[in-house]
């Protein structure tokens, strides 16, 4: 399952986010630093209306969407990599999750305490990207320190060597570990370290209600950084989704129609994700359940029957496979089939985003 960290400094929506996002989570939101220590982890379903339709056209028991998992991390403060407020704490939970959802504070509220005093999402930013790089930074220096010796006689342990000073170089001159053009084989060679600027970065503006559906200055701020750090920036508005928690499908629609905006936060946060980590998704249908399941980009049929399965992997023998859209189009499977829309795919067809498969393998 994706694990996707919340973070970013005290007081800027996280917990608030959180709540909202997984509905009946219990995150404490109060207006102090240090509110979270222990990181909340909530499972949310990730919307696709794909599901219901097809779970109409083949009358499904049940539907299951697949998950992502967001983890609600402590707020970070200045000098959080030498141990600062709950640095080490927070900086070991960011490690262990896929993904980083930065919240960044895009609106003025006099009731609500800017640890720094006022509102400067782009001061923000560079406060908490320049912990993260001082931590792997140390994390660098600290694992060169190791492996120097044993370079001179090991010609592998050479090669990591180079790649650790090239990232070292990076770091020092303030740049992230994701700006670097790694090649296949030393993107595997430093995957073990877990550094924290080379996972992905979702910026998450949090506005106001009525910054929702435009934006502000603040998010143009955040926009201008995200190119130069390779992430992505999605608006939210944290006391929104809190308040769409409350209301029935009816309501939440009517409500996000008033604001100028067709979706919350939850699905371009998901989208924004997915997209990043080079992730799709496909599906399989049929009486007794209409599913997803989430694979990386380029993977084979075999690879993915083996999600399901480990012996639908082992077994493979072909999948029968049709787009989303042919199906729909076609209006059953029955039909589909008379119009030679269902394909018979081998071991090396790729997967592509929205398939509708079954697999046939050996036992």
Known sequence: MLR?????????GKSTLFNALV??????????????IEPNVGVVSVPDERLEILAKINQSKQIVPTRIE???????????????GLGNKFLANIREVDAIVQV????????????????????????????????????????????????????????????LEKVEEVLNVGEAVRSIELTEEEAILIKPLSLLTAKPLIYAANVSEGDLATGNAWVEEVRKMAVIEKAKVVIISAQVESE????????????LDSLGVSEG????????????????????????????????AGMKA????????????????????????????????????????????????????????VFRFNV
């Open 104 to 163: 960044v504070r895009c609106f003025d509220d006099d009731d609500i305490i800017h640890v720094a005093g006022s509102v400067d999402p782009a001061r923000d930013i560079e406060i908490i990207n320049l912990e993260l790089g001082l931590a792997d930074l140390d994390q660098i220096k600290r694992r060169l320190e190791r492996i120097r010796k044993q370079a001179r006689t090991s010609k592998d342990v050479q090669v990591e060597v180079t790649l």
């Open 70 to 84: 967001f983890v609600d991390i402590a707020g970070l403060v200045k000098g959080a990599s030498e141990g600062e």
């Open 23 to 36: 509905a009946n989570a219990k995150a404490e939101a109060a207006n102090f630093p240090f509110c979270t």
């Open 265 to 296: 936060g939850l699905k371009s946060l998901i989208s924004a994700t997915y997209e990043l980590l080079g992730l799709r998704t496909y599906l399989t249908t049929g009486p007794e359940e209409t599913r997803a399941w989430t694979i990386t």
């Open 4 to 12: 996707a960290g919340i973070v970013g400094l005290p007081n800027v």
């Open 302 to 357: 075999p690879q993915a029957a083996g999600v399901i399965h480990t012996d639908f992997e082992r077994g493979f023998i072909r999948a029968e496979t049709i787009s989303f859209k042919d199906l729909v189009t076609a209006g059953n499977m029955v039909a589909a089939k008379e119009k030679g829309l269902l394909r018979s795919e081998g071991k090396e067809y790729i997967m592509q985003e929205g398939d509708i498969v």
């Open 244 to 255: 769409l928690v409350e209301l029935s499908t009816e309501e939440r629609k009517d409500f």
